[in-house]
T-cell receptor, first 112, second 111 residues
Framework: NAGVTQTPKFRILKIGQSMTLQCTQD?????MYWYRQDPGMGLKLIYY???????DKGEVPNGYNVSRSTTEDFPLRLELAAPSQTSVYFC???????????FGSGTQLSVL | RKEVEQDPGPFNVPEGATVAFNCTYS??????FFWYRQDCRKEPKLLMS???SGNEDGRFTAQLNRASQYISLLIRDSKLSDSATYLC????????????FGAGTRLTVKP
């Protein structure tokens, strides 16, 4: 099992550019999440999904969009990138809303 | 004030030492509690859940004090491989959709 796979691992964007962070899981988990981790801060939830076609905002959703067309994939879209979006992004999934989170290996994003 | 607070450390201890981390949380209605481990530049991984009665997993013991709103992690007989950042995680609801992560406590175990 690959688990949770994120691409790319690193990316540098210019201010105002857009990009999509890809996340896919092969564990047939219904629940998927996007977090960001800033230095000296805890992970913060951006968006989550409880199943295909259902998404909802987390703690810090501004500047991001998500979609969930399949159980496996949960891409995160950044529109008009800003320096404040420089961070490490983690995708995660869980079998149910009560089970432990499985994290992808992260994407280091810099916006310059 | 952060909702979940941890001493950032670093804690530098020799092999074989016992080390304890504390974590405080501000939302008294929080429902579930966890310790995650994060190696440098890696993803977090669940170390253990924290139950009201306290629980142990090998060299690791977790305690919860709801009245004082803190949880603790005790590591006995530290190994070099225990070097990592330990994240305190508090779930404000019964599900995963409202989890709050502490910034982490960094531990370095030295020979």
């Amino acid at each position: 099992n690959a688990g949770v796979t994120q691409t790319p691992k690193f990316r540098i964007l210019k201010i105002g550019q857009s990009m999509t962070l890809q996340c896919t899981q092969d564990m047939n988990h219904n629940y998927m999440y996007w977090y960001r981790q800033d230095p000296g801060m805890g992970l913060k939830l951006i968006y989550y999904s409880v199943g295909a076609g259902i998404t909802d905002k987390g703690e810090v959703p501004n500047g991001y969009n998500v979609s969930r067309s399949t159980t496996e994939d949960f891409p995160l879209r950044l529109e008009l990138a800003a320096p404040s979006q420089t961070s490490v992004y983690f995708c995660a999934s869980s079998y149910s809303e009560y089970e432990k989170l499985f994290f992808g290996s992260g994407t280091q994003l810099s916006v310059l | 004030r952060k909702e979940v607070e941890q001493d950032p450390g670093p804690f530098n201890v020799p092999e074989g030492a016992t080390v304890a981390f504390n974590c405080t949380y501000s939302n008294s209605a929080s429902q579930s509690f966890f310790w995650y481990r994060q190696d440098c530049r890696k993803e977090p991984k669940l170390l253990m859940s924290v139950y009201s009665s306290g629980n142990e997993d090998g060299r690791f013991t977790a305690q919860l004090n709801r009245a004082s709103q803190y949880i603790s992690l005790l590591i006995r007989d530290s190994k070099l491989s225990d070097s990592a950042t330990y994240l305190c995680v508090v779930n404000r609801r019964a599900n995963n959709n409202d989890m709050r992560f502490g910034a982490g406590t960094r531990l370095t175990v030295k020979p």
